[in-house]
Nanobody, 122 residues
Framework: QVQLVESGGGLVQAGGSLRLSCAASGRTFSSYAMGWFRQAPGKEREFVAAISKSGGSTRYAASVKGRFTISKDNAKNTVYLQMNSLKPEDTAVYYC???????????????WGQGIQVTVSS
């Protein structure tokens, strides 16, 4: 089992940047595919970005591709989401997710963080 704790959220103006971090407990971090999801008010949770266990493969939602970058530091048990050129529509609670069963993150990961608020003002 792994516990996930997000940090780095907050309020930023449109066009600005934020970097989210997700620290994972346990000694087998490299055995987990990791990713980020988000949920805006009144909307369903949606996929944002994912990175494979090895860190060699990434994928992004079309809405963030080219603006967001996911990375993984196995030595620090941490996954990051660098968010650039932020838009008001990026406002949401962002959730870190992890799953050990596949190289790439499945649609319904096994483990979730508590979530962290990101607000982008216009």
């Amino acid at each position: 089992q792994v516990q996930l704790v997000e940090s780095g959220g907050g309020l930023v103006q449109a066009g600005g940047s934020l970097r989210l971090s997700c620290a994972a407990s346990g000694r087998t971090f490299s055995s987990y595919a990791m990713g980020w999801f988000r949920q805006a008010p009144g909307k369903e949770r949606e996929f944002v970005a994912a990175i494979s266990k090895s860190g060699g493969s990434t994928r992004y939602a079309a809405s963030v591709k080219g603006r967001f970058t996911i990375s993984k530091d196995n030595a620090k048990n941490t996954v990051y989401l660098q968010m650039n050129s932020l838009k008001p529509e990026d406002t949401a609670v962002y959730y870190c997710a992890a799953d050990p069963t596949r190289e790439l993150l499945p649609i319904t990961p096994a483990y979730w963080g508590q979530g962290i608020q990101v607000t982008v003002s216009s």
